[in-house]
């Protein structure tokens, strides 16, 4: 049996760490509800931290590169999203503390309602 080669080595290690990597747990039906698969990755990015939040309220603070770095989703991508996001009345954002950090919460309620709506329409 012939040795492998280098390249074939190669390609194995990166393949062992793409499945060694932190996936993210992506829901399709959040893209239907908001109208767009990077808001639909990006709410599930967000769904993902929130119970793990130390804030009472359930905000969360992730920096562009920190989103950037789980989701790969751009600065444009990012923002698009959460425009989106917002104007379905589902992502809420706020400035708190010093310096000023970008916090966001995912209305629950909202969601519940985009959701039921959505699985009614078939």
């Given at each position: 049996?012939p040795l492998p080669s280098k390249v074939n080595m190669q ?65 444009t991508e990012q923002e698009t999203a959460r425009r989106r996001l917002k ?36």
């Amino acid at each position: 049996m012939p040795l492998p080669s280098k390249v074939n080595m190669q390609l194995e290690s990166a393949i062992k760490a793409v499945l060694f990597d932190q996936p993210i747990a992506y829901h399709p039906i959040l893209a239907r509800v908001a109208g767009s698969v990077t808001a639909g990755l990006l709410l599930s990015q967000f769904l993902y931290w929130t119970p793990r939040s130390q804030d009472p309220e359930g905000w969360v603070w992730k920096s562009r590169d920190e989103i950037l770095h789980e989701t790969f989703l751009t600065r444009t991508e990012q923002e698009t999203a959460r425009r989106r996001l917002k104007e379905i009345g589902v992502l809420e954002e706020k400035l708190a503390g010093v310096p000023a950090r970008l916090h966001f919460r995912i209305n629950l309620s909202r969601l519940t309602e985009l959701l039921a709506s959505s699985q009614l329409a078939g």
